[in-house]
């Protein structure tokens, strides 16, 4: 389940938020230097220079050289991003074999996976330089932020309809369960919930069925019958039939008549007694668990919906991250609050690995943001300060982390009109997340009220739809650091031409 997660590695002399990769293996200098003089010659037949293309990023099913890195991979991820990159031509019909290998590895053409955990070998076949760039392409366009979106697949904490992925296994003391059966009843899914309700009955009903019928059989009552002198205990049971029917009619308190049981006999009369006391716990257990879990607001959460997607931009000079969340019914959650959580693996100073540690995310608690009046679709906002977790995160590195939040939404279910006591005052929690790559950089959702015919009138379909806006590619810490040298500047400047307007 925590395959998002990576164990540390047993060197403890890294520190990070999650453990580093190990170095890649380094290339024999002669595999490198032959294949940079295979590279020179070819460029020099051509009489052009070699282009000084960006290399993609490493792989460790590609062998590493000394090639020309770009400064930042920022306006890579920009160019791919938004398609193709400019100096990329048209991708040539290939073969369905063919291999992609970076720039500094020439002349190593039959590089193995490491996953297979073969040797390299040399080979004598060299991509020529035509069908290099069109590769080379290839091969940054796969490793692009999109694709890489689009691949990723990790386990969620929690789903987007609010389900948490955390099974619970290995309880070796069981008895608690069954110290709290009605909540264990009710906690249980419809189809085992409606199988235990009919066992209970059914059970009872066989019990006390068998009892009656072995009665009447150690009596007589079933060999007499239609023997008007004999006193039977039991009249009318001639079978275990029979005697299952009077135990559904005694419990149930049908009655038909034809099967009762008389006064000439105490132990049918004390028989009788203990199936209408168990009957009657039977009935107040079962029926209070089926009227608690019908009025569970448990399905209110389906008509609380959030954006499927985070956006961060600036909001009156300041970064924050922002998603929007609804009510589609007209009767209202009362006394709403919202919280947020982010699940984040770190690792300590010491070396100790804590996966999914739980932080705050601050919504307004301080403020009373938090609070909602759920009528209309609300923007809520976290305001990245320097006591938030994303202080120190950009554009770019948002792309490199692993990370997931967690929105709880919780209120009060408002009494309805035809049954007050149906759900009323029971309150209601609906959940959702967000992962790293579900938060958009530097848009803004659009807005869904409009006033009409002197009400305000909400278009969900606009509820998910967002637009790109003007938000800086760096942290709030940096765009903090930087406001702050301005304000620097602008005192300098402010205490130097005062001081020279100042009369002698």
């Known amino acids: 389940m925590l395959a998002y997660l990576p164990r540390p590695p047993t060197d403890t002399s890294r520190y990070g938020t999650f453990p580093q990769k190990p170095d890649l293996p380094a290339v024999p200098g002669a595999l490198v230097e032959d294949g940079g003089q295979q590279a020179a010659a070819t460029a020099a037949k051509r009489g052009t220079p070699m282009p000084n293309y960006p290399s993609a990023p490493r792989h460790s099913s590609f062998v590493p050289g000394e090639s020309s890195l770009p400064p930042s991979r920022g306006s890579l991820t920009t160019q791919h991003h938004r398609g193709r990159p400019s100096w990329c031509p048209p991708p040539a019909p290939q073969e369905a074999g063919a291999r992609l290998y970076p720039l500094h590895a020439l002349s190593v053409a039959n590089i193995p996976n490491s996953s297979r955990g073969k040797t390299s070998a040399r080979s004598s076949t060299v991509p020529t330089p035509e069908g290099l760039q069109s590769r080379r392409c290839k091969l940054l366009e796969e490793d692009s932020p999109t694709v890489q979106a689009g691949k990723r697949q990790r386990q969620r904490y929690v789903t987007k309809v609010g389900k948490c992925q955390v099974n619970l296994g290995n309880i ?157 019914r007209e009767s209202h959650m009362v006394d709403a609050k919202i919280r947020a959580k982010l699940i984040k693996s770190r690792q300590t100073a010491e070396g100790e690995f804590i996966p999914l540690e739980q932080s705050e995310l601050n919504l307004g608690y301080d403020t009373g ?117 301005e304000q620097q500047e602008h005192s300098t400047l402010s205490l130097y031409w005062d001081h020279l307007l100042q009369p002698c």
């Not at 009665?215 to 239609?226: E, K, L, P, S, T």
């Not at 006193?231 to 009619?249: H, M, R, T, W």
């Not at 149930?252 to 168990?278: D, F, H, K, P, W």
């Not at 809520?380 to 006591?387: A, E, P, T």
Request: glycine share 6%; with cysteine.
């Open 172 to 328: 070796q003391d069981k008895k608690r369960f069954l110290s709290d059966i009605f909540t264990t009843i009710v906690d249980l899914k419809y189809r085992w919930f409606l199988f235990v309700f009919m066992m209970c009955y059914i059970v009872t009903w066989v019990v006390f069925g068998f009892i009656y019928f072995l009665d009447a059989w150690v009596r007589g009552d079933i060999g007499h019958q239609g023997d008007p002198e004999w006193q039977a205990c039991i009249e009318n049971v001639d079978g275990f039939v029979s005697a299952l029917l009077l135990s559904v009619e005694s419990q149930r308190t049908i009655g038909y008549g034809t099967r009762m049981v008389t006064a000439n006999c105490a132990e049918g009369v004390i028989l009788l007694i203990a199936q209408s006391i168990v009957g009657s716990m039977i009935d107040a257990m079962m029926v209070g668990c089926m009227f608690v879990k019908i009025s569970r607001p448990k399905k209110r959460a389906q008509t609380l919906i959030f954006s499927k997607n985070c956006v961060i931009s600036c909001r009156d000079e300041k970064l924050c991250l922002m998603f929007r969340v609804g009510d589609l």
């Open 369 to 485: 943001e938090d609070r909602l009046f759920l009528v209309e679709p609300q923007i809520i906002c976290h305001v990245i300060n320097r006591h938030s977790p994303f202080w120190d995160m950009s554009a770019e590195s948002l792309r490199r982390e692993q990370f997931e939040i967690i929105i709880i939404l919780e209120g009060i279910v408002e009494a309805t009109g035809k049954c007050p006591c149906l759900a009323a005052g029971m309150t209601c929690q609906a959940r959702t997340s967000y992962t790293e790559d579900e938060i958009l950089w530097g848009y803004r959702f659009e807005p869904c009220m409009s006033l009409e015919k002197g009400a305000f009138q909400v278009d969900y379909s606009r509820f998910e739809m967002t637009f790109e806006v003007q938000t800086p590619a760096a942290s709030a810490k940096e765009l903090h650091e930087l406001k702050e040298l």
